[in-house]
């Protein structure tokens, strides 16, 4: 019975996991694949992938303070701006993901962790505590700026590049979601009167 037990002990111990482990990088963050299956120079590749990193690191910054307003906003706008908030936030993901999957494609490697976003972004970091509407709306706002001025300064270096992906990318799929959140954002900041007096 005490063999048998022994010999099931050391069954289980055969099937538990590997955890732990310790590996060297198999590529360096800031590089570029040299050989793959696409027709851009190396150079360029990575001229684009730099770019597109730090959109990224700043789209990254914007979606995670679309989240922080979403649960702290308050006031008589709560509602419509909690969800409002909440929208753009699932939007920013998808944004997000889009423009870490291009990065890839190129040969390069993304940033991912919120450390390294926190260093690389341009977006200025907001406090930990709640703030007032007003200056929630403001800082999305100049968010969006920074990402809408970063759209047009990579679209531009792409298309002399001959980088139609990125181009395309830039334009489509990160510039106008973020023009279009602008646009709402903003509406909320016209001073307008609920009722009109006689």
């Known amino acids: 019975m005490a063999v048998a037990m022994k010999k099931a002990q050391t069954a289980d111990a ?32 990575a001229d684009m992938v730099a770019r597109l990193n730090q959109l990224l690191a700043d789209s990254i910054a914007l979606r995670d303070m679309y989240k922080k ?13 909690h969800l409002l908030f909440d929208k753009h936030f699932n939007e920013q993901v998808e944004v997000v993901d889009t423009i870490a999957e291009r990065v890839q494609l190129l040969g390069g490697v993304t940033i991912a962790m919120g450390g390294d976003v926190a260093e690389t972004t341009k977006i200025p970091r907001p406090p930990r ?3 007032e509407v007003p200056v929630q709306l403001s800082r999305l706002l100049d968010a969006h700026r ?24 830039v334009v489509s799929d ?7 959140q602008s646009w709402f954002l903003g509406q909320h900041l016209v001073e307008m009167p609920l009722v009109l007096e006689k």
């Open 69 to 81: 307003h979403h649960w702290q906003v308050a006031g008589p706008t709560f509602y419509q701006l």
């Open 129 to 131: 505590g709640r703030e």
């Open 174 to 180: 990160v510039l106008r979601p973020n023009e279009l």
């Open 14 to 45: 055969s099937v538990a996991p590997h955890w732990h482990a310790q590996a060297k990088e198999i590529q360096k963050y800031g590089t570029v694949v040299q050989d793959i299956p696409h027709p851009l120079d190396a150079n360029v590749r």
């Open 146 to 169: 920074i990402i809408i001025k970063s759209c047009l300064d990579i679209s531009d270096a792409a298309d002399k590049a001959g980088d139609q992906g990125t181009n395309d990318l």
